[in-house]
């Protein structure tokens, strides 16, 4: 479902998301699609709770749905093309100061000055992107912590 990627060297990192489906055999779809009485009954059949009067769907409410959309990348578009455009007419308006101050044109000094220009733009938006990134997986922890909460409260059911 979600990538598996390294982080901070040879530290091996799975996503929230990787992490439920290893440990409760569920994706987000499944999950998301299920009503509350059939999570109750999703988890009182992995926890082996026989008396399914206790599997009450109350006890496996449902995920908020602006947690859903926060880990959703469209949900940042607008944000995204706002601070993109934001900064590239920042970077038009310096890249047009370059030329004026006779650094423009097919000169060296012009051309390594719109290479900072450029350079300034990736960056940035590096910085925006990389901050996306991590709401996203914010939003797949509390998923994740969730998901656990389900386990843990179907385990506490068990007779």
């Not at 026989?50 to 959703?72: A, T």
């Not at 900072?116 to 914010?138: P, R, T």
């Amino acid at each position: 479902m979600f990538k598996k990627y390294q982080q901070g060297g040879n530290v091996p990192y799975q996503s929230p998301l990787d992490m439920l489906a290893e440990n409760y055999g569920l994706n987000l779809e499944q999950l998301l699609g299920m009503s509350g009485q059939e999570r109750a009954t999703y988890f009182g059949e992995r926890y082996g709770i026989s008396d399914k009067s206790l599997l009450q769907p109350e006890l496996f409410s449902s995920i908020n749905q602006d947690l859903l959309r926060s880990m959703e990348t469209k949900t940042y578009d607008p944000m995204i093309s706002g601070q993109q455009g934001s900064l590239v007419s920042n970077l038009i308006n310096q890249s047009q100061n370059v030329g004026r101050t006779g650094f423009g044109g097919a000169s060296y000094g012009g051309s390594t000055a719109l290479s900072g220009l450029y350079d300034v733009y990736g960056k940035e938006m590096g910085n925006v992107l990389g901050g996306v990134s991590q709401q996203q997986q914010a939003a797949q922890r509390q998923v994740a912590d969730i998901v656990t909460g389900y386990g843990t409260t179907a385990s506490g059911l068990r007779v």
